[in-house]
């Protein structure tokens, strides 16, 4: 087959079944990315003879005597070598303006979706992009960059710490020369498929491998046979004993629909897929618990049954089997304080599973380095904690692993785990090959990890002034089969959201129950979105009780400077005010939902207004460490080395602008280097949101230790004191004259951060909505949304988070659930029945900031990614109740689950 | 997706070209959904646009439309000014889940043979009486309309070897007045219900409900009903097993939402009535 590519003639032979996405990827065009692989992202969209298509829906045999234009020659003509163009074209130069992009793994398909757009499409970007699905952004700066509204900031010079400074990595994005995880493989790579458990709970009897090594391509097929012995957790933490060691890398028991059961290694996708259904599986099926009420009943099912450990320790001792962690503590006397109060208000409230769909499903990439060293290339938040459990497990000295990011397609909490880099570093052992590992959409949804679904039943006392006086939370989270976070899950979920509360008397019942179900894992907002969903609805009904409005409400009872915070024990912490912005964001939100309520409903449809907040720690709790290495080069250039990884989070904008700021220098003279366990001697991981106040104070130490050497070095050569010296223009300024800063280099130092104190920072969300009282479909009209962030280092950036939060957040309260039928087996296994929302599903959200400045964080920041989520179920739920009377209690408010009880509300208000 | 379990194309020029069918042969036109979904059993691919089929063809008789026309393709259709149904077109098109890229690659007779209950030119045929021709392997045709060709969730009447050909509207179907009715659970989402009423001169009304219900139904009626009349007919004939379950709506609220969106068409209908 002849056809043209980017300019450039291209004969190739395609398989037959081979869709043009891989085709095109095969010829070296790592800009035509794969989110879905199924038409319903957009991620892989390429110019056909100038028309859009989804290269992956396109057979490749198709694409004979055509023009193909991906992402890298939208500009011009181009060879997959060549670097990114000088002259982009409009529409790329646009997204750069506005940076309308995070993680950036949507971009190429966004950017050919937006070239090929007419104006009459432009003006209705909600049905023209509904075919490009980006996790990350909320589709404002998006819309903004379509619009050709630009927003970095390009005027040079003055502090850059305040300044909206765009991406290091923005025109790599925007020219699909970014390389992420699985860009870029080598030549000789293996590929690995992974069969999967059909049952819920099942035994491996045995395993028949005879046919599949028979097919021509077959290297390797591994078995619990071939697995260490050694358990741990998918669940990273910087202590592994947070998370129970209850998984193997393959396990002759299932304890869940989708579990691995065999992988096989082969020279080809296809051979690995042949291989994976010639394995003659007998399995003994066992009964399964699906039912996490019933997990802690004498008669449940076990899912860790000791009597399958034989030789084990015993596991902890808890009170069921099926009792994976839990949660108990009371400060005060809560029940004379319920039986006090003028009014108690009690309700049950479900949040369901829900999926992160970072666009970039997991991946692994990994191989003998020349000296033999076991290296993984992996799409992971946790760099340094996958290579301290790959040593564990395997019995490595911690020099004989490395692990590296490329740029991450999106985490969201979901890569907080050790879900691939196991099962690739055993393949690389095995064979001495390179093994690749890329997981399929379906198998995001039906093998990874999700949100903890939870049941909480709240009780809230209060005094007729509007006091609380008593609060109470019992809260039931499904672990599933297996226990990664349920522990720091359920801990943290029933933490910030009593400590924000000045109430004397508090209680917590949680448990974290095991289950025959796909395992939960980190999800932004780490528990802390269910349980807020459900203190603040409750204090909604509180407040529309007492004839109190529900901004007051939260004025007259959130912790101020000098309560103590205590969530449900008076252990000691390390939780101070560092800053304080929740009055500020309480009344920026309410005084602007004021001045602008938002459009009017059409005809028919209710309106009404609601409100919830969210208090968190800056900081994940005990040890959040990050090490940072700076140098000056002798050209007077900058390199920062951190552990961190970056996957639209920002942080390599941030970090080069605190550097650049201490040393005084242009930002683009200074160039981050992230992610690599050899880079730094330590880096926790980028979770906790701890991007900015851990690892960019890390840098900040690190540069000034820089900065204060570079000073004692100009002093040196110019004979004055160091203190004389001051680093501005990108020169050290001395009393006989500036030094170019390339006269004095090259110097290094070091910076270390360790994650404590901590402080809090605090988002406000309110909503204007729309319900149809028939349907019960409801609509955005107004969203505001408060964040008390400290110094903003990055305004553009740290909006952006907001937005994104706040989108992902309208996804789970108003359409997402990871639906799993009563035999286990996960059904929303495609993006087309897992609707994430879309361009048209987001309103645009004004973003506020408090004016604060944090004691505690790097130049007064702090952290601000995972809590915006937080507030949003409850703000729309209560929304929704004002508009209709309905007091919604299980997520998601979707109008098939609604329309009755909606309904109901109406007519009661009648 | 790589479908890596396909090992031959066969791209017949016409239809003495067309294979003896064996078990593991799939059609393929646009390849939208095929592509969109493992299919493990599959072996051979069977590609119909080979054949070269003109997309559409208008004649005074009506329109009629290659099972291979794409829907960019009917989208872009210029449609003799005195056939009133014609906007149903383009709302069928914005029905469909996929974008306006996938409108590029995507056919009208793959919609139809995937028989989704959501498939939004299900919904048009239908509701515009539309004919299916099926080529028989024999080499004899057969003619079957659209509401016996969907016979339920991805279950068409095709036998082995058959290939829909082409689809026939008749022009008085086209000369009706229309109403679309349409919700999902989100704003662009998998069609929940859609509803499409059409008005003849002579004051007859039909009522088509898809999406709602696992295959499409249409309603007629010699004149508009009252609104009770309506809920009757619709609850007659339409059990509530024959409401569609899946997660783009339960199956109540399905009911509901059929119930509500008729009455919006009836109410949309009846003005302007000939007497």
Not at chain 1, 243 to 263: H, S
Not at chain 1, 464 to 487: F, K, M, P, Q
Not at chain 1, 864 to 870: A, D, G
Request: with cysteine; proline share 7%.
């Amino acid at each position: 087959m002849r056809l043209t590519i980017n300019g450039q003639r291209h004969d190739g032979a395609p398989r037959p079944g081979q869709c043009l996405r891989t085709y095109l990827r095969e010829a070296g065009w790592f800009g035509v990315k794969k989110g879905c692989d199924a038409g319903d992202c957009g991620a892989c969209t390429i110019h056909l003879d100038g028309e859009p298509v989804h290269s992956c829906l396109f057979p490749a045999f198709r694409a004979e005597g055509r023009s193909v234009t991906t992402i890298e020659g939208l500009a011009g003509f181009c060879r997959p070598e060549d670097a990114a163009p000088d002259a982009l074209h409009p529409i790329q130069a646009a997204f750069l303006a506005a940076q309308g992009f995070q993680c950036g793994f949507c971009t190429p398909g966004m950017i050919m979706t937006a070239a090929a757009l007419d104006q009459g499409q432009k003006r209705d970007l909600g049905i023209a992009l509904k075919g490009n699905l980006c996790r990350c952004t909320g589709y404002r700066a998006i819309r903004d960059a379509i619009a050709g509204r630009a927003h970095r900031d390009t005027t040079a010079g003055g502090d850059p710490i305040g300044q909206s400074l765009p991406a290091p990595v923005a025109s790599q994005v925007v020219t699909g020369r970014a390389r992420f995880t699985l860009d870029a493989p080598p030549a000789d790579a293996l590929h690995m498929k992974v069969l999967r458990s059909p049952h819920a709970h099942a035994r491996i009897v045995a395993i028949d491998t005879t046919e599949a090594y028979a097919i021509p391509g077959v290297v390797a097929v591994l078995t619990y046979a071939d697995s260490p012995q050694r358990r741990f957790s998918t669940g990273r933490h910087q202590d592994p004993r947070d998370d129970a060691a209850d998984t193997l890398v393959l396990d002759a028991i299932l304890r869940f629909v989708g579990q691995r059961v065999a992988a096989v290694v082969a020279e080809t996708v296809a051979a690995a897929e042949a291989g994976c259904r010639a394995l003659r599986v007998t399995y003994e099926v066992r009964p399964a618990l699906r039912d996490p009420d019933r997990a802690l009943a004498a008669d449940a099912p076990t899912v860790h049954d000791p009597l399958d450990r034989p030789g084990d320790d015993a596991p902890p001792l808890t009170r069921h089997p099926n009792l994976s962690a839990e949660v108990h503590g009371e400060v005060g006397h809560v029940e004379a304080a319920f039986s006090e109060a003028n009014l108690v208000y009690e309700q049950t409230f479900r949040s369901q599973r829900v999926q992160h769909v970072a666009l970039e499903t997991h991946g692994c990439l990994g191989w003998r380095d020349p000296d033999g060293r076991l290296t993984l290339r992996t799409s992971s938040q946790v760099p340094f904690l996958t290579r301290d459990a790959l040593c564990n497990l395997f019995g490595f000295e911690r020099d004989a692993v490395r692990v590296v990011c490329a740029r991450v397609g999106g985490g969201f909490g979901g890569k907080q785990e050790m879900l691939t880099e196991d099962l690739v570093a055993l393949a690389v052992l095995r064979t001495g090959r390179p093994v690749m590992w890329e997981l399929t959409r379906q198998e995001q949804f039906t093998a990874t990890t999700t949100r903890h679904p939870m049941r909480v039943t709240v009780k809230v006392g209060a005094r007729r002034d509007g006091r609380l006086t008593a609060i109470s939370l019992e809260v039931l989270s499904e672990t599933g089969a297996y226990g990664n976070h349920a522990g720091g899950v359920i801990h943290h979920g029933c933490n910030e959201v009593l400590a924000a509360y000045a109430c004397p008397n508090k209680r917590v019942d949680a448990c974290a129950v095991y289950t025959h179900a796909l395992p939960a894992g980190a999800f932004r907002g780490y528990g802390l979105s269910q349980t807020i969903f459900a203190l603040e609805s409750a204090l909604d009904e509180v407040a529309r009780s007492l004839g109190i409005d529900p901004f007051d409400l939260r004025r007259i009872n959130a912790v101020r400077p000098g309560d103590p915070m205590v969530s449900n024990s008076l252990e000691p912490h390390d939780v101070v005010y560092g800053s304080y912005g929740l009055d500020q964001c309480l009344d920026l939100v309410e005084r602007t939902l004021k001045s602008d309520p938002g459009p009017e409903p059409e005809p028919g449809w209710r309106a009404g207004t609601g409100m919830a907040m969210a208090m968190i720690d800056t900081i994940p709790p005990r040890g959040h460490h990050a090490d940072a290495h700076v140098k000056l080069d002798p050209e007077g250039r900058v390199t920062v080395r951190i552990g961190t990884a970056e996957f639209g989070n920002g942080t390599t904008t941030v970090h080069r602008q605190i550097a650049a700021s201490v040393l005084g220098i242009a930002p683009d003279r200074v160039h981050v280097a992230g992610a690599d366990t050899d880079a730094v001697d330590h880096d926790t991981g980028a979770y906790g949101s701890t991007g900015t106040v851990v690892a960019g104070l890390a840098v900040l130490r690190a540069a000034e230790a820089l900065a204060e050497r570079i000073r004692e070095r100009a002093g040196e050569l110019s004979g004055a004191e160091p203190a004389a010296c001051r680093l501005a223009s990108g020169m050290v300024e001395t009393p006989s004259g500036p030094m170019a800063l390339s006269e004095i280099g090259p110097l290094a130092a070091r910076g270390r951060a360790d994650g404590s104190p901590r402080s809090v920072a605090f988002n406000v969300q309110a909503f204007r909505v729309a319900v149809h009282p028939v349907s019960g479909e409801v609509r955005i009209l107004r969203s505001i949304h408060a964040a008390d962030a400290g110094t903003v280092i990055n305004p553009m950036q740290c909006r952006g988070q907001v937005e994104g939060g706040v989108a992902q957040a309208i996804g789970a309260a108003l359409y997402e659930d990871l639906a799993i039928d009563s035999d286990g087996q996960v059904v929303t296994q495609a993006l087309r029945d897992y609707h994430i929302p879309a361009c048209a599903d987001v309103p645009e959200t004004e973003v506020l900031f408090a004016n604060t400045h944090d004691s505690v964080g790097p130049f007064g920041a702090k952290s601000m990614s995972e809590s915006p989520y937080n507030p949003v179920a409850a703000a729309l739920g209560n929304a929704i109740r004002d508009a209709t009377g309905a007091r919604l209690t299980a997520t998601p408010f979707a109008p098939d689950r609604i329309f009755r009880a909606v309904m109901a509300g109406v007519s009661g208000e009648g | 997706m790589d479908l890596n379990t396909i090992e031959t194309v066969i791209r017949p020029r016409d239809r003495a070209d067309l294979p003896d069918w064996r078990d593991g042969d799939v059609c393929l036109a646009g390849g939208t959904w095929l592509f969109s979904e493992p299919q493990p059993g599959k072996r051979r691919l069977v590609d119909l646009t080979a054949l070269g089929w003109a997309p559409d063809a208008i004649t005074a008789e009506g329109l009629t439309l290659a099972a291979t026309c794409t829907i960019a393709e009917l989208d872009r259709l210029e449609l003799p000014p005195d056939w009133i149904a014609a906007p149903l077109v383009g709302q069928c098109c914005r029905a469909l889940l996929g974008s306006f890229k996938v409108w590029n690659v995507a056919t009208v007779g793959g919609n139809l043979c995937m028989a989704l209950p959501a498939g939004p030119m299900i919904a048009l045929a239908a509701a515009l009486e539309a004919i299916c021709t099926i080529w028989a392997p024999d080499g004899s045709e057969r003619r079957l309309p659209v509401t016996e060709f969907v016979l339920g969730p991805q279950q068409n009447a095709l036998r082995p070897g058959e290939i829909l050909r082409s689809l026939t509207f008749p022009a008085s179907a086209l000369t009706r007045r229309t109403v679309f009715r349409r919700i999902s659970l989100s704003p662009n989402g998998r069609s929940g219900a859609l509803l499409i009423g059409t008005r003849d001169s002579a004051g007859a009304l039909t009522i088509t409900v898809t999406a709602s219900i696992r295959r499409p139904l249409r309603l007629g009626f010699a004149a508009v009903p009252r609104r009770d009349a309506l809920e009757r007919a619709l609850a007659e004939t339409i059990p509530d097993e024959l409401y569609y379950d899946d997660v783009h709506g339960a199956p109540d609220w399905r009911r509901h939402m059929t119930q509500h969106l008729a009455g919006e068409i009836r109410d949309a209908l009846a003005d302007g009535a000939p007497a």
